[in-house]
């Protein structure tokens, strides 16, 4: 841990900080032009818009399908999605940190005509009460919830109430129009995403959309575990995700968990199950 976060693990801490976005112009040689806000916060690496991640994401959402981006942060991920999705498909990006999630909106209402975005300002839990995110710096660009780690270990020192909201009751609800359409959740939530996923069972088991997960490197063995034996008991085939532009890489199995410190998953139904 460096000296400036030690303090701030202390409690010496700077007050909070927002960031401006600028929008970008990409020109996909399939997709055409491709406007992206920028989110101008420090710790935030640099995200670029290419036609290759969307053509492979093609081969797993249709157009008129829906599908899920849980922890979409800027919409970095949500708007290739959302292009392979179609201006006749919907992506469901939820992002409960208010500093990001202005971004979030931003991105949401570019590209019209070529993408669907639906921006929703909460995180995607069991229960539906405010919950407390930790996050790295003031500015709050990385962090989460991260349940059964030592906030020692992944030394994010500041706190941040947010809105969670079990999302199947959300969709049962508010949207149920889009459920029949799901084909696709993608989740990134810096250690919750077992957790994301057991909330979201009924509905996975129902329709059976390709699902795409974090394996957070802060995550031990047991952790590990259940986020694989999940997937496996929800009748999925998992795989290391070798590349934005493969998703579909070597097949992971149970002894192989600890293989990589951190990397992404990919469930692919197996035959029958769907």
């Known amino acids: 841990m460096k000296a400036k976060e030690l303090l701030y693990m202390l409690g010496v801490r700077p007050r909070p900080r927002t960031y401006p976005a600028e929008v ?10 491709v406007r992206y806000a920028r989110w101008l916060h420090p710790g935030e690496s640099r995200k670029e818009i290419r036609q ?28 290739p999605i959302a292009l392979a999705a179609g201006a006749s498909g919907t992506v469901l990006a939820l992002e409960p940190n208010p500093y990001v999630f202005r ?56 706190d941040l109430t947010v809105r969670g909201e079990n999302l199947e009751a959300y969709l049962d609800r508010s949207l149920p129009a889009l459920v029949p359409r799901i084909r696709f959740i993608k989740v990134d939530t810096e250690g919750y995403d077992a957790q994301v996923l057991q909330s979201l069972r009924a509905l996975i088991v129902r329709q059976k959309p390709f699902i795409k997960a974090e394996v957070y490197k802060q995550l031990d063995l047991a952790q590990r575990q259940h986020l694989y034996d999940l997937l496996i008991e929800l009748g ?18 149970r002894q192989q968990l600890m293989a990589r410190a951190h990397y992404d998953v ?8 769907g």
């Open 52 to 79: 290759d991640t969307v053509d492979e994401l093609r081969k797993f959402v249709r157009p008129g399908d829906v599908a899920i981006d849980i922890g979409a942060h800027t919409g970095d991920s949500t708007i």
């Open 236 to 253: 999925y085939d998992v795989h290391v995700v070798a590349s934005e532009t493969q998703y579909v890489g070597q097949r992971l199995e």
């Open 103 to 158: 971004v979030l909106e931003q991105n949401a209402a570019l590209n019209q005509g070529k993408a669907h975005i639906v921006p929703l300002m909460f995180a995607a839990t069991e229960a539906s009460h405010d919950f407390t995110f930790q996050y790295s710096d003031a500015g709050f660009c990385n962090g989460g919830l991260h349940p059964g780690i030592s906030r020692w270990r992944h030394g994010h020192a500041f």
């Open 266 to 273: 990919f469930g692919t139904p197996r035959e029958g199950t």
């Open 24 to 33: 970008v112009t990409f020109n996909l040689s399939r997709d055409g032009e």
